[in-house]
């Protein structure tokens, strides 16, 4: 079932829809094929896969026979996936069931249908792969939404690299002294970074260096970069991974908590405590989701195990896991 | 003749663990040494900061500064220092009481600064107070207390629950601004007895109006810190324990105890060496081991402790505190404190040499000796000025009958006292 369309792509009421149009592809990088005969005129389709998982598309058609551009893939997996598919068919966003439903109008906080978008920019620095925007658009008004997240870090961002001769050029890279040679990186070296509205988030990634993709699993859409960057083979917490690491833990809706994303590429369980200056315990973070390719994330929200809100100061978090413990500090503001 | 003294001690501490600004604990190599087990013993500056009724004890004028760093054993290493100004005056030689100044400026990272400035008064009551004999002693502190922190990129572009940028400050600094300034008041008794003073029971209480420290007035109140402690003062040195009660969680209270000890070994035409040790442990898996030496010659002491967390948080770092004090001039008298060689102190910090007067008091050549000696070291004790130290100092060389480890024992102590 999909969500009936009523609008063409410059915004205007639609007065002449016909129906719709079902594609079907065996991977997501195929080239779709139509499996409906007759136009379908209502909001759903069956088909029978045979145990196969196919990726279903459609097309809204007016009565002068025009389709509109393919919508969101659907896959017929145990997740039914909808699944965002870049251009270059390997770079995608992939939304398992548990949080697609944000999608749909009775499921965000704008009580619309919200779309998908991709953005890529030219990458501004020498190390930097790809530098990728994935949005939310409002249906009605194609406006681009940013204040909304999935409710689990589900979302399956996955970036494709090229590879030439084993190498992956990094085109924004100086030139040679010859002023021909490109740049290049081992595949074995690159890293995925978010970007929070302030600060480049290292994540890290898994790497399928056959099909030329990174992966990272994450709540938020918004930028993403690839950067020639040597992942963290064991545990590790940049600096700038904890954010925002003064924070205002009153209830008002910012900077209400802190967070520490850690690469946790052996996808270890993990233990995080905060103290104070004395050695004194203050609180016992809740362990994170550990879901492979997914940054683990712990958070404070500034309280102690009791519930009550700490003194403004400055405190020592420890986080263990790994064979690794990872000391520093933040500070609670009031 | 009368001559002023001059103190400038310069003190250098290195350390892992910080004092909350407004609890002012582990800021001397001293006092980290034992533990912070000092209400009781309270008899250099840092009394300001432990028990400002000990500031009796001192009877020179001094002045301290100190620097510290902390937290330097995180694996994300943090810039977190502390530099600290003491300034210590008896009025009148102590018979007005003393007073006090300290200034302390605490940064914690790129978060905040907190400053603390201190004005301490302490005067000692009648020998009879309360009915009990002893030397009695109150004090108090006064203090301004602003913390200010440091506009960040998050404070400025705040994030939200999602945990993404939202783009507009954080209200709360928005609206209150980034700094906040309150008042707060400390007092303490000491109160000094038995053989010549020897015992020592310290209590101090700390932000007794509690003022609140936050921003948005949300009740962030500074922590009440009750100290009770008890010290004994021996010719070799002294033990000190410390119990600390504290409301630093709106709903827990934390209760420590803190064990220390100092062992002070003269080393005769040298100066002295002092040995210290201390152990802490309360709730909230609060455990300490400390230690430290200090070596004080006649120009300067030098000082180092370290002192380092068991249980959970232990593997953090150790703490460090290294202090160097210098001292110049020769002049009045040491503290006031009932053993003069239990701690060596002058007043800020830096140190007399206090040699160990011979254990046997008797001297063959003349029987008076001892009853001199004895009367000597109480009047010491309690405070004689340096005038009528040196003459029964004098009486005490003439009655010596040239017994030579009396005679190393008078030159020591005259050297102590500027006099050759």
Known sequence: ?334 | MKKPWLFLAALLAISEKSPAAMEGLGVSARSVGMADAFSAVADDSSAILHNPAGLTQLRETALSVQSANFLGGLTNKSNVDTNSLALVHPVNEGQRGVVGFFYQNFKASSYFTDQTFYLSYAKNLSSQAFGMPGRWSVGGNIKRFTRKYEPDQYTENAIDDSGMGTGVPDPLFATNGFSKTVYSADAGLLYQFGEKNRNNLGLSISNLNRPDISLGKDGDRVPLMNRAGLARKYDWGLLSMEIRKVNRLSNESDSEIALGGERRIALPHIGSLGLRGGYSEGTRGFRNVSAGISFGGPIFTLDYAFQFPLGDFSGNGENNVVALSFNFGTGKSGNASASHSSSGKLAGGAREIFPIPPTDNSNQANPLYGDSLNHYLARKADGASIQERLKLLEDLYLKSGSEKTHMIWLAQELGALGRP
Request: zero cysteines; a negative charge.
């Open chain 1, 1 to 334: 079932m999909w969500e009936p369309v009523t609008q063409t792509a410059s915004g205007v009421p639609l007065t002449n829809l016909a129906g719709y149009n079902i594609y079907r592809r065996a991977t997501p990088g195929d080239v779709p094929e139509k499996i409906n005969s007759y136009v379908v005129p209502i909001v759903a389709f069956g088909d029978r896969m045979n145990g196969q998982t196919f990726y279903y598309s459609v097309r809204a058609v007016d009565t002068d026979g025009n389709e509109s551009a393919e919508s969101l893939l659907v896959d017929s997996s145990e997740n039914a996936n909808v699944i965002f598919l870049a251009g270059d068919g390997r770079t995608s966003l992939v939304l398992p069931q548990t949080i697609n439903d944000l999608l749909q109008p009775s499921h965000n906080k704008y009580g619309v249908p919200l779309a998908l978008r991709l953005k890529e920019d030219p990458a501004a620095t020498p190390n930097v792969v790809r530098n990728l925007e994935f949005q939310f658009l409002r249906g009605d008004t194609k406006q681009e939404v940013s204040d909304i997240s999935f409710s689990q870090a589900d979302a399956d961002i996955q970036i494709s690299y090229e590879v030439i001769n084993g190498e992956v050029p990094l085109e924004n890279a100086p030139a040679g002294e010859n002023g021909q040679d490109t740049k290049t990186v081992s595949p074995d070296q690159l890293t995925l970074y978010w970007y929070n509205g302030s600060n480049w988030i290292r994540l890290g990634g898994v790497n399928d260096k056959s099909g030329q993709v990174v992966s990272v699993k994450s709540s938020q859409l918004g930028r993403y970069q690839l950067r020639a960057d040597l992942p963290s083979s064991d545990l590790a917490l940049n600096k700038a991974n904890i954010y925002p690491s003064l924070f205002t833990p009153n209830g008002d809706g910012f900077n209400d908590r802190v967070y520490m994303v850690l690469e946790n590429p052996n996808n270890a369980s993990l233990r995080g405590d905060i103290y104070d200056l004395f050695g004194r315990h203050v609180a016992t973070l809740a362990p994170p989701t550990l879901t492979a390719g997914t940054a683990s994330t712990l958070t404070w929200d500034g309280k102690t195990n009791a519930g009550s809100v700490t003194p403004s100061g400055l405190y020592v978090y420890r986080i263990q896991g790994d064979g690794r413990t990872i000391t520093g500090t933040i500070s609670v503001a009031r």
